[in-house]
């Protein structure tokens, strides 16, 4: 069963997160700290608004079973 999104860019987020990971295996040379912070950033985003949405659902679930 699919759950909402609760209107949070959580598909945007882990596109973003693809497309800057497949730009750094397709690039030859070192990859430079700034950019792997910015996917580990991008990932912490991705957690926070997936634990987010995981309260928000518990909360529906138990409101539905009340």
């Not at 990971?21 to 040379?29: D, F, K, S």
Request: charged share 25%.
């Amino acid at each position: 069963m699919g759950l909402p999104d609760h209107g949070l860019p959580l598909v945007q987020l882990k596109e973003q997160r693809r497309d800057l990971v497949v730009a750094l295996q397709n690039r030859n040379g070192p990859i430079k700290d700034w950019e792997l912070m910015q996917i580990a950033a991008i990932q912490q985003a991705i957690q926070a608004f997936e634990d987010v949405i995981a309260d928000l659902d518990a909360e529906m679930e138990m409101e539905a079973a009340a």
